[in-house]
């Protein structure tokens, strides 16, 4: 199984703040990570998949990104809707994996 | 618009058995992909089961391989888990969701399973 490790687990941030997220894989998934945003009460909601591409609707300020088996989401200006928790998700190999899950919330 | 609506949740005994229902509208179940998701209470995302738009290809966690039956229902255009032997450990919030590509980009609004005595 792919194990996916998230880090770091809690954020403390401010509006305006720049928000990295990392997500490391146990082995190479090919690029097919994606990222979703869950607010209390909801159902997860997709921001990134295959790595990088942005899903439709989402605002630009969310970006994914590579290096090696390490996959980072990026919130450039951290806007008061994005306090959530984010996870990733590798969907190269079943069983299909998520990481622990990254709470951001505000400072 | 495309949306996904569970149903079948609720308290059930260890040991006894549950059918959830997910309705479609707004796209036709047997084109996609399709998955079971679940998020026990205060934890993180756990995937369960996936079928693929034919159906030839099923796939279940091993957590609940041989308990659970994943299937399709294309007259009502829904997707069904069927879930027998339940444990304590199965409480939680069931979504079915669409995959798009390799992600899901629609889900339901979850229904919650509880497994108690």
């Known amino acids: 199984d792919i194990q996916m490790t998230q880090s770091p687990s809690f954020v403390s941030a401010s509006v305006g703040d720049r928000v990295t997220i990392t997500c490391r894989a146990s082995?190479?998934?090919?690029?097919?990570l994606a990222w979703y945003q869950q607010k209390p009460g909801k159902a997860p909601k997709l921001l990134i998949y295959?790595?990088?591409r942005l899903q439709s609707g989402v605002p630009s300020r969310f970006s994914g990104s590579v290096s090696g088996t390490d996959f980072t989401l990026t919130i450039s200006s951290l806007q008061p809707e994005d306090f959530a928790t984010y996870y990733c998700?590798?969907?190269?190999?079943?069983?299909?994996?998520f990481g622990g899950g990254t709470k951001v919330e505000i400072k | 618009q495309v949306q996904l609506v569970e149903s079948g949740g609720g308290l059930v005994k260890p040991g006894g058995s549950l059918r959830l229902s997910c309705a479609a509208s707004?796209?036709?179940?047997?084109?996609?992909?399709m998955s079971w998701i679940r998020q026990a209470p205060g934890k993180g995302l756990e995937w369960v089961s996936y079928?693929?738009?034919?159906?030839?290809?099923?796939q279940y966690a091993d957590a609940v391989k041989g308990r659970f039956t994943i299937s399709r229902d294309s007259a009502k255009n829904s997707l069904s888990l069927q879930m027998n032997s339940l444990r304590a450990e199965d409480t939680a919030v069931y979504y079915c969701?669409?995959?798009?590509?390799?992600?899901?980009?629609?889900w339901g609004q979850g229904t919650l399973v509880t497994v108690s005595s």
């Open positions: 295959a790595t990088s």
């Open positions: 082995q190479d998934v090919r690029g097919w």
């Open positions: 998700q590798q969907a190269n190999s079943f069983p299909l994996t």
């Open positions: 969701a669409r995959e798009g590509t390799y992600s899901w980009d629609f």
């Open positions: 079928t693929s738009s034919s159906g030839h290809n099923i």
């Open positions: 707004g796209f036709i179940v047997s084109d996609y992909y």
